[in-house]
Structure formats: structure tokens, C-alpha cells
């Protein structure tokens, strides 16, 4: 099966169903019709027949929420062509380094097109360097209007299963650089696997606010229900985080019943939704808001069943997810209808022996929330630092194998081999297995996650470099848990030589603002020290985890004191 | 006025910068230049509204609505009257 003839048979079933609704902050809400949804498609379809973009070819999207957006992507696969969603210039980013990133992007995913607004042609242009493999930047209004549905007008219809449908890249300039690349039959294996340990249904209703450049975004809550046949409806992140109510609103309007959310997002609406917005809020059909992206907390779960308890929400329909784009989204899923299993585990024997224990003598304990079993076509190991398969309650690095696993890091077949062991694919994650469930405890990477995304501290370190006042390598970047918000913060410490403390705090307002500018990531502590501060290991490379203790103790200290 | 200004920027160096001894200057950019980010965005309109009894509304959380101390006090300013 590849996706244009999925479309043609949902098609053929009903084209006036409403496929997709569309919210907009100051608009009437839209509903797209499957029908609606290939007539536009199929526009962009011929336009980039037109502009002799071949199937198989890449072309990268940068667009922002709206009927562009759905149409160019699909548009794409009808003409057999490999859509990439970049994400839209924010306010927040410079457009050099925005530029920059684009720049990046384009030299290993070696895109035919790129499509745009009118207005941010220009922009596009800027990046597009001598000897591009750039042969159109398509704009939004230059694409045919919409006509009946012709589907062997569509070369999209040759692409075989193995062929690859699309590539998801994570953000930042070490993310861009890897594009996980997705065949047909891996999206469909995984849509198999998810909608059984869903039990997803036809009457099924999935509401999302999620980005689409994000895997849990562009498969949850964007491929799966389309695919399937399944209503959606799709806000902006942009609009949710400045109107969060606006998620139970939809809810409450469409009946939904499906919505995924990383951790954050579960404190941010219990703190930040005013009771007048919530007059009329029914959350009783919601069978499953389901926590992935981030690690998973119970405290998050508890925080947003408190809030939201009197508006029907069921504590059961709170439920955890492990994914990945490598799986192409989910590995793991926790049983709907009952309440995913919570751990209490001996926090030192966590610490230090890296085994889940039960507690004893009334010692420090901690709560470990479950991600739910393996999908049935993903089997999960455990392995140690020499890659020996660890028993049930021991911490080690999961790895996984799966009948839907990416096709590759596209064109970094170099990063596609290391990711694998012996068949595996080796996650980075660290986390133990327990009578069949997974539970995921931290990270072999360094990698931040910040309010469900993938932040590269090395990358964060590089742009520090580049402020006057900070030397390279001497500078570190980390994030730690903030308990309120359910998600990391961002720390940048920086060793400078100047000790006037005006100095050093305007070079750290120019750390904050530099950074910010080039990354779109906030930064919550911005520490200048003296020459020293930092801690390098024995080869000079700087240990985060140890600059992270220290940071941690001085916190600490300066909050007694 | 003035005052308006010292207890926004107060707020503003203790609960989102994390600084408390941070001084923001009342035409300093506060949204274009990254130094509120959107999650806190929230922040600053429900303590907004909490502390003046004055709302803003989502649609209007953005750099054109205010951008530094002296437009959001005066935003707060043209509301309360």
C-alpha cells in the first residue's frame, strides 16, 4: 500500500466527510473535505509537475498553519515527490541564522523546490547558494486553482511501498542534519500497530495543536487520523500557547477523543487556563490524552486531572507513549481505559545500583510512570554499556527492532550505520522493563528537552562562542528539571575574563539574547563566572553532567543563604 | 506611571528571567528580543490582569500589542481608566 491509494480509497468511500477541521485565532473554524483535501492537493500536485520537480525528488515546505500547509504537503505525495516541513520564521529567530539553518538543511537534504508564501520568497532566495540543487521556489500563489479530482493525472501513484514518503528533521543545526527518512509500508506498519493499541475507531476524533516539523505532531496528529479516515482538528502551536483553553474548547465543540501532549503542556494548562474560559468545557469524550515527547510524569498527570476534573475529564484517560521519528512515532503505548502503572521506586538503588527497587525502611523513594507495553511489531531490549541484554528492573540503554523503522538518516548513511548494533536500533535513551511495560528513567545524550523539543546543547555552546567576552570552548550548556513547569530549562554557564560584575552581567544579557535569537530557545539561567568555573575532563572536553551538579549545588546554596 | 514600571519589571527579573537583581530598563525590547519567550507570555498577561484588573487578550500577546515596560504600562494605563 502506498498513501495515494489510501486517499483514493477513503475517497471513493466519502468524499464530502470532513477529513480536517482547521482553527485559526480571529477566523471561523474550516472544515476541509477529504474531497476538498485532493482538490487542493492535487493543485500543488501539478504545480510541481509543472515545475519539473521529479517524483522522488525532495521539496521542503515552509509554511505556516493553514490550507497551504495541507495541501502542498499532500500535494507532494500525489506527485510522488518527498515533503519536508521546515519550520516558519518566528519573530523570536534572526533570519540570518534562520537563513543559516535553511542553508544547512538544503546541502544534505539536496531539496528540487521549496514552496512559500509571496512575501517570504525573498527570504528563501537569500539562501539558496550558487550551485543549489534548488530548481524552483514555488509560491503559494502561483498554484492552479482547484479542479474535480483526476487521480491519473497523478504520478504519486507509481511510488512503490519501499519508496520513501517523507523526512522528518529534528531542530537546530545538529538536527537538520538529520533527516529521518520514512518509507510508505514503515508508516503503515506503525499506523497498523498504533490504531490496535489504540482500538482506534471510525467515530474516533483527534484534536491537536502540535507542530507538524515534530514526529508526534506530523504522525499523531496529522498522518494517522488522515490516513485513517479519522476527523481532525488542527489548531497553530503559535495560538495554543497563547490560548491553551482553546484545546478543551475544541474538545468540548468536535467531541474529541484523542489528543497527544508532551509533558509540559499538562502543567501549562493547569496553571494557565482562567475558569471564564472553561464555562460549557465537556472533556467526558477524551478517552485518551496521551503524554509522549518528554519524559513522562505522574506529578504532570495529577496537576491536570485536578484541574480538569470537574470540566469530565476521567483520570483513566490520562495514558503515556514512548516514540521516536526513527519508529516513525510510537514504541510503546499504555493500555487505554485503565490507568498506566506507577512505580515506587528505592531512589538510591536507583542512583547508584541502576536497578528499580521497591522502597524499604521508609528511605527516600520516587515515582516512576510507565510508557505502556511495546507496540506487537516492536520488540524493546535492554543492554548494558557492552551491549549484554539486561534483566527485567535493570537500567540500561533501550534499543529496539521494528517492521517500521526509518529507511535511513537521509543521505547520512554514515549516521544511519552508527545507529544501529547488531541489527538494533540503539535510542540513547536509558530506562528498565518490568512485567512487559517500559519505563523511561533519563538519557545517554546530552540532549535537552525543552517544552517537547530536541535541543543539541553542543549547538547552544557554539552560538555562545560567538558573543564578545566568551572564548571557545568555554562555555556549557545543559538543562535541568523545573518541577512547576513539567519540562527542562535551558542553563548556560560561560567563563569570561573580566570580573566587573557589569561586564559580566552585560555579556550575559548578550548570551541570552544571541542565543535566543539563534536557536528560538529561551534561556532560564544565564550564569558568567571567572576563569575556572568549569569543569573538562582529563581530554579538555567539558563534562556537562558535572557542570550540571555544580550549577545544581550553588542553586541550592544561594536559595538557603 | 512610574510605578507601574518598577512592579512589572520586578515581576518580570524575580518570576521569568529568574534574576531578581535584574534591572530592565523601560524601552528595553522584551518580546522581539527573545527575552520573554511565548510560554511566558501567559505569565505576564495573567499577572497582568491579577495584579491591574486589566486583560489581554491571547490575540493580542505579541511584539505589536507592547515590546517593552513603557508600552505594556501604558496599555495597562488606557485600560484601567
Not at chain 2, 518598577?6 to 525590547?29: C, M, T
Request: proline share 5%.
Amino acid at each position: 500500500m502506498i498513501f495515494p491509494e489510501r486517499l483514493q480509497a477513503l475517497h471513493s468511500q466519502d468524499p464530502q466527510r470532513v477529513a480536517v477541521t482547521l482553527q485559526f485565532p480571529a477566523a471561523d473554524d474550516l472544515p476541509v473535505t477529504l474531497d476538498g483535501l485532493l482538490r487542493g492537493s492535487q493543485s500543488f500536485a501539478h504545480a510541481y509537475a509543472r515545475e519539473g520537480i521529479q517524483p522522488g525528488e525532495v521539496v521542503i515546505l515552509i509554511l505556516q498553519h493553514g490550507e497551504d500547509l495541507l495541501y502542498a504537503f499532500w500535494g507532494a505525495i500525489l506527485h510522488g515527490a518527498i515533503p519536508s516541513i521546515m519550520p516558519f520564521l518566528t519573530e523570536k529567530l534572526s533570519p540570518e541564522r534562520y537563513r543559516a539553518d535553511l542553508a544547512s538543511l538544503m546541502e544534505v537534504t539536496k531539496p528540487a523546490a521549496i514552496v512559500t508564501y509571496p512575501d517570504f520568497e525573498g527570504e528563501v532566495r537569500m539562501a539558496i547558494r550558487d550551485g543549489s540543487s534548488v530548481r524552483a521556489v514555488i509560491v503559494t500563489d502561483q498554484i492552479p486553482p482547484a479542479a474535480e479530482v483526476d487521480f491519473d493525472s497523478l504520478e504519486g501513484f507509481q511510488r512503490k511501498p519501499e519508496d520513501i514518503v517523507l523526512l522528518q528533521h529534528s531542530s537546530g543545526t545538529t538536527g537538520l542534519q538529520k533527516g529521518v527518512a520514512l518509507s510508505h509500508q514503515a508508516v503503515f506498519n506503525q499506523l497498523n500497530a498504533y490504531s490496535r493499541a489504540l482500538n482506534l475507531q471510525g467515530d474516533d476524533v483527534v484534536v491537536s495543536w502540535l507542530p507538524l516539523y515534530h514526529d508526534m505532531g506530523l504522525i499523531a496528529g496529522f498522518l494517522m487520523p488522515i490516513l485513517s479516515g479519522i476527523h481532525l482538528v488542527l489548531m497553530s502551536p503559535f495560538d495554543w500557547v497563547r490560548a491553551p483553553y482553546k484545546l478543551m474548547q475544541a474538545v468540548t465543540k468536535y467531541r474529541g477523543t484523542l489528543t497527544w501532549l508532551p509533558n509540559f503542556a499538562y502543567n501549562f494548562c493547569a496553571q494557565k487556563i482562567r475558569d471564564r474560559h472553561l464555562e460549557g468545557v465537556d472533556l467526558s469524550s477524551w478517552r485518551a490524552v496521551i503524554n509522549c515527547s518528554e519524559p513522562v510524569r505522574w506529578e504532570s498527570h495529577r496537576a491536570f486531572y485536578d484541574r480538569f476534573k470537574d470540566y469530565g475529564l476521567r483520570w483513566e484517560a490520562l495514558q503515556t507513549s514512548y516514540a521516536m521519528a526513527e519508529n516513525v512515532f510510537g514504541v510503546t503505548q499504555s493500555r487505554l481505559g485503565s490507568e498506566p502503572t506507577v512505580h515506587e521506586i528505592d531512589r538510591e538503588a536507583f542512583m547508584v545500583e541502576r536497578v528499580a527497587k521497591s522502597p524499604f525502611d521508609g528511605r527516600p523513594s520516587m515515582k516512576m510512570l510507565s510508557s505502556g507495553y511495546p507496540l506487537e511489531n516492536v520488540e524493546i531490549r535492554i543492554l548494558d554499556e557492552h551491549g549484554n541484554v539486561l534483566p527485567e528492573r535493570f537500567i540500561g540503554e533501550i534499543a529496539l527492532k521494528s517492521d517500521c523503522m526509518l529507511t535511513g538518516y537521509y543521505n547520512r548513511s554514515d549516521l544511519t550505520e552508527k545507529a544501529f548494533r547488531d541489527g538494533w536500533y540503539v535510542t540513547g535513551d536509558y530506562g528498565y522493563m518490568a512485567d512487559g511495560e517500559i519505563f523511561v528513567s533519563g538519557r545517554k545524550k546530552d540532549m535537552i528537552i525543552v517544552g517537547g523539543r530536541n535541543v543539541y546543547p553542543q549547538d547552544l555552546e557554539a552560538l555562545t562562542y560567538e558573543v564578545p567576552g566568551v572564548h571557545a570552548g568555554r562555555s556549557v550548556a545543559f538543562g535541568i528539571f523545573n518541577e512547576e513547569q513539567g519540562t527542562e530549562d535551558v542553563v548556560i554557564i560561560a567563563e569570561v575574563d573580566t570580573e566587573d560584575p557589569l561586564e559580566q552581567q552585560k555579556i550575559a544579557d548578550a548570551i541570552r539574547l544571541h542565543v535566543t535569537k539563534n536557536s528560538a530557545i529561551a534561556l532560564r539561567h544565564v550564569k558568567v563566572v571567572d576563569p575556572k568555573w568549569i569543569i573538562k575532563t582529563s581530554s579538555g572536553k567539558t563534562a556537562r553532567s558535572a557542570n550540571r551538579e555544580k550549577f545544581l549545588k550553588e542553586l541550592q546554596e544561594t536559595k538557603k543563604t | 506611571m512610574s510605578n507601574l514600571i518598577s512592579n512589572l519589571s520586578s515581576f518580570l527579573a524575580e518570576k521569568i528571567l529568574k534574576q531578581p537583581g535584574r534591572v530592565i530598563a523601560p524601552d528595553e525590547p522584551l518580546i522581539s528580543s527573545g527575552l520573554i519567550d511565548s510560554f511566558s507570555l501567559m505569565d505576564v498577561a495573567l499577572f497582568v490582569e491579577d495584579t491591574f484588573g486589566v486583560r489581554i487578550e491571547d490575540t493580542e500577546l505579541n511584539a505589536d500589542t507592547f515590546d517593552n515596560l513603557t508600552q505594556l504600562a501604558a496599555l495597562i494605563e488606557s485600560r484601567r481608566s
